[in-house]
């Protein structure tokens, strides 16, 4: 399966604890974009990452979460101290090139983050 | 603020029926896409929509992109158990940043 990759697919945390959710994107792919979906709601963006820089966060809360992508290996978004209302389906997407009509965005089937 | 409003919330029919959804905006878009969602499963995309007035179908989906790309709707011909699922639209301005809407619930019974 050459598709983006996204683990692990259930995480469960209690609060304070740190989550750490990997994404690897599909091959050839350097632009991965990171999502927040409640439920029966839409995605949220959140951060978008090309290898080894971060292009635009503004979708990211200041405190408590970082992501990055580096040169090898998949990217990771990490929350720290993590809180009950961070519970949600947190989706990974790639691309090859910038997203767009002739660069679309692959989506991973997400991890689902539940907080204790 | 939802920069993106899709209506209906939730729509529920008969195996064979006709249904439009829409996905509306007071902003221009650079472009506009659509997506379906299952459960338990990331989007899965469907079109992308770019230029003012455009017309894309597959199969029995017709998408079209508003004049002043502000807008778009998805028209399902004869809906199939099979359509039912999350219908997203997106948009972007940069194609930095996607923007996607709240989604439509389909769900076609048999």
């Known amino acids: 399966n050459a598709g983006v990759m996204q683990n692990p697919r259930h995480l469960v945390r209690r609060r304070g604890q740190e989550a750490r959710l990997r994404c690897s994107p599909m091959?050839?792919?350097?632009?991965v974009y990171w999502y927040r979906q409640l439920p029966e709601e839409g995605l949220k963006f959140m951060v978008y990452?090309?290898?080894?820089?971060?292009?635009?966060e503004s979708g990211m809360p200041k405190e408590r979460f970082s992501a990055e992508f580096p040169k090898e290996g998949p990217s990771i978004l990490r929350i720290q101290q993590v809180v009950r209302g961070d519970s949600a389906a947190y989706f990974c997407?790639?691309?090859?090139?910038?997203?767009?009509?002739?660069?679309?965005?692959?989506f991973g089937d997400g991890t689902r983050l539940s907080i204790l | 603020t939802q920069l993106l409003e899709q209506s209906p919330q939730f729509l529920s029919i008969q195996e064979g029926e006709n249904l439009t959804v829409y996905c509306n905006s007071s902003?221009?878009?650079?472009?506009l896409q659509w997506y379906r969602q299952e459960p338990g499963e990331g989007p899965v995309l469907l079109v992308t929509?770019?230029?003012?007035?455009e017309v894309k179908k597959l199969k029995r989906l017709t998408f079209q992109f508003g004049d002043a790309r502000k807008d778009s709707s998805l028209h399902i011909t004869a809906a199939q158990p099979g359509d039912t699922g999350l219908y997203l639209c997106?948009?972007?301005?940069?194609?930095?940043?996607?923007?996607f809407g709240s989604g439509t619930k389909l769900n076609v019974k048999p």
């Open positions: 997407a790639s691309s090859r090139g910038q997203g767009g009509s002739n660069q679309p965005q692959h």
């Open positions: 091959k050839g792919h350097s632009h």
């Open positions: 990452l090309q290898k080894e820089n971060i292009i635009d």
């Open positions: 902003s221009v878009f650079s472009s």
């Open positions: 929509v770019v230029t003012g007035g």
């Open positions: 997106a948009g972007t301005y940069n194609f930095n940043k996607f923007y």
